[in-house]
Nanobody, 113 residues
Framework: QVRLQESGPGLVKPSQTLSLTCTVS??????????WSWIRQPPRKGLEWIGY???????YYSPSLKSRTSISRDTSKNQITLQLSSVTPEDTALYYC?????WGQGTQVTVSS
């Protein structure tokens, strides 16, 4: 059973960098041809795809967020990391990591001073 668990600070100040971690169990992030994605859902809005990192380590980001986004991994810990820089209150959302139909429960991030 593949399980994903997001973690990170619940509150981030404007202009700072948001950093979230997704810990994966039940599968290796370096094997098979899978894409490990970050997705978010702002309050009262739909889902927004942020980007992914493939098993090979290659990354691809949403054009609208590309300039502020970095997705990386720690293969020794089987973790995926999201960094979003220069955050504003518009980045307030429930952040998920996912692989195919496997999703974490999400972690709430609020951007506020």
């Amino acid at each position: 059973q593949v399980r994903l668990q997001e973690s990170g600070p619940g509150l981030v100040k404007p202009s700072q960098t948001l950093s979230l971690t997704c810990t994966v169990s039940g599968d290796s992030i370096t094997t098979n041809y899978y894409y490990w994605s970050w997705i978010r859902q702002p309050p009262r809005k739909g889902l927004e795809w942020i980007g992914y990192i493939a098993n090979s380590g290659s990354t691809y980001y949403s054009p609208s967020l590309k300039s502020r986004t970095s997705i990386s991994r720690d293969t020794s810990k089987n973790q995926i990391t999201l960094q979003l820089s220069s955050v504003t209150p518009e980045d307030t959302a429930l952040y998920y990591c996912a692989r195919d139909h496997y999703w974490g429960q999400g972690t709430q991030v609020t951007v506020s001073s």
